[in-house]
């Protein structure tokens, strides 16, 4: 594909705005049928210093706040050049300690669907469910302080996805979320594989709730011991068999669930809310035998322990480390990260026994890191949060908004398969149309429930450079402020620039 230049890119930007400014007026009479009743978007207090970056190009200030957060507020830049990078990061590697009363005011119309135990989730309606999850997923990564900490929550909810539209998962989608990835999303890989395993949702989602071995000619299910093996430790050239995948199935029957119904494999729930879609384990449906996993040996009589020893096994293995740390290098390096890069964070994996605030601090250490600047497309989420944390937009979160990420086919918990949300930028140009479309929308206040205060923000910033830079994580280049004044909607071009698009 031919790279274009910047000239071109501005020779092409009027037509592209008056494109887009026809999308966008057909865009608002689909919006408009609906129906939807837009909110009120909490309204984020600007800081005294907002000092935009001053850099010709991305600097380690700038560069930190693109990767580690999903956009940089105006003031962050100040603030972090303040605080200083590693200080930075070691203030986001401990977000319990981070004042988050922002991000908490704007989920509190949520908070008494959401602090329900798992069991009170079953007298809910589950088409209201799956909704309110992406709304303060979404709210969360707007209005959160503790911006690593929510890049991580996206990170592990595509590794271990699961479609809140099968089965029970949309009932226990909420409390996967809540209880494993949340819970578990800066701690350790061993506890969080564990918890994943035994999760209400993932039993339901791959099946695990199906696993049973209760005569000897019955076959356990493969579905989530492959999975397991594939997608979420050792990837699906990390030298596994057919042979040890069955054994893991063997190794992890009888785990179900009380289900909404009784199917066979799950129990029908309990008189006990507190009961409701709770784990347990059933002996007579497990194959206490020997077995033999990656070449160890797991002895029989172990019961429900059979679990922890395959967690052990699979966990400590070298392709786990590094299949996990190719994918966080994907994420936070490059699409297509040097071996160099994935080696040193693999090594801090293995060493670190899975310790995921070590690893990440052995991927920030490395010079390729430090050399990525600019050069990774943003995601949709990531595209759309940014651009309303650059630009101080107040938002609810509603259909209006979320119905751009519908269109750009990244509306969190929609993947229906278990790889989850691909992270190479090749399956996403096809959004750029609708960004553009987005860009507009935002820019003029024309989304229900967003709004951001574009003269006060520019009065604040203090001129359009500012403004840019802020945008930007730089100072503008010269055809883009010529841009900017020429385009008739500077801000609306900016945010569609490939430059703002790319972290």
Not at 287 to 309: C, N, Y
Request: with cysteine; charged share 25%.
């Amino acid at each position: 594909m031919k790279k274009s230049t910047r000239r071109e890119f501005i020779a092409a930007s009027a037509g592209a705005v008056a494109l887009s400014a026809a999308i966008f007026r057909s865009t608002q009479g689909w919006l408009a049928q609906m129906g939807q009743v837009a909110g009120i978007g909490v309204e984020r207090p600007l800081g005294r210093v907002l000092t935009p970056p001053h850099a010709e190009k991305i600097d380690p200030v700038s560069h930190a706040l693109s990767r580690l957060t999903f956009g940089a507020s105006p003031g962050d830049y100040a603030c972090v050049t303040t605080l200083g990078v590693q200080a930075f990061i070691e203030e986001q590697l401990a977000p319990e300690k981070i004042d988050d009363s922002l991000c908490d005011r704007a989920t509190a119309r949520f908070a008494d669907m959401w602090n329900e135990p798992l069991g009170e989730q079953y007298d809910a309606d589950p088409e209201a469910l799956a909704p309110v999850l992406r709304r303060v997923t979404l709210l969360r990564a707007v209005y959160s302080e503790r911006q690593l900490f929510e890049v991580m929550c996206e990170f592990w909810s595509d590794h271990f996805n699961i479609d809140p539209g099968k089965g029970d998962c949309r009932w226990t989608k909420p409390n996967d979320d809540a209880e494993v990835i949340r819970k578990h999303a800066l701690g350790n890989f061993h506890e969080l594989l564990r918890a994943s395993a035994l999760s209400p949702a993932m039993l339901w989602y791959l099946d695990g709730r199906a696993n049973v071995k209760r005569t000897p000619d019955e076959k356990p299910n493969e579905n989530y011991a492959r999975e397991l093996m594939e997608l979420h430790t050792l990837g699906v050239h990390g030298g596994y068999s057919q042979q040890d995948v069955m054994e893991v199935a063997r190794c992890l029957t009888g785990w179900t669930i009380h289900g909404r119904r009784d199917d066979g494999f799950s129990k029908k729930l309990p008189t006990l809310k507190s009961d409701h879609f709770a784990v347990f384990f059933r002996t007579e449906a497990h194959d206490d035998g020997a077995k033999r996993v990656l070449g160890q040996e797991i002895p029989a009589g172990l019961g429900k322990g059979d679990l922890d020893r395959v967690i052990e096994i699979v966990c400590g293995h070298a392709s786990t480390a590094q299949f996990i740390a190719r994918k966080l290098c994907v994420r936070f390096i490059a699409d297509e990260s040097p071996q160099s890069a994935v080696d040193a964070v693999a090594s801090a994996f293995s060493s670190g026994r899975g310790d995921i605030k070590a690893t990440l601090r052995a991927l920030f250490a490395t010079p390729e890191f430090a050399a990525s600047t600019g050069v990774k497309l943003k995601r949709p989420f990531h595209f759309i949060v940014s651009a309303l944390r650059a630009t101080n937009a107040s938002t609810d979160a509603d259909r209006p908004l979320t119905s751009y990420l519908e269109r750009m086919g990244h509306m969190p918990f929609r993947w229906p398969t278990p790889d989850g949300y691909p992270a190479a930028a090749a399956h996403w140009r096809a959004t750029l149309l609708w960004r553009w479309n987005f860009a507009l929308a935002l820019a003029n206040d024309h989304i229900a429930g967003t709004s951001i205060q574009r003269a006060h923000l520019q009065a604040r910033i203090g001129s359009d450079v500012g403004l840019m830079a802020t945008l930007l994580g730089r100072q503008p280049r010269a055809e883009e402020s010529d841009a900017w004044l020429k385009s008739g909607d500077g801000l609306a071009l900016l945010i569609a620039s490939p430059a703002f698009q790319r972290c």
